[in-house]
């Protein structure tokens, strides 16, 4: 089993969930992180450390998708394991639905 970032993240990258991984293994895109479902040790730290509540385990039904996108981009994005300052404009998008196939870049964030 391994945790995934879900469309909940998109626009929002409160991103609380890298400060407490023991594993490092969150990856960042432009406007999402995403998990690396091979590096992630199913400890679920990260979990309720989500404000947007984005990251499930994949053991709950209907999240293929999400582990498809969370190995796709982890191969992808820069790894990052320091929390960065958080959009200005975050909460804005907090609780909107479908944001990935309206909102999402698959273009890779800064990393560390």
Known sequence: MTYVVTDACVR?????CVEVCPV?????GENMLVI???ECIDCGVCEPECPAEAI????ES????????NSKFSAEWPN?????????DADEYKGVE????????PEPG???
């Open 110 to 112: 800064a990393g560390d």
């Open 56 to 59: 499930l385990p994949d053991t």
């Open 98 to 105: 479908n944001k990935f196939e309206t909102l999402f870049s």
């Open 24 to 28: 490092d293994c969150f990856y960042e």
């Open 12 to 16: 929002c990258k409160y991103m609380d």
């Open 80 to 88: 990052i394991t320091v929390k960065k300052e958080t959009p200005a």
């Open 36 to 38: 690396n479902p091979n």
């Open 62 to 69: 209907g999240l293929e998708k999400w582990l498809e996108v």
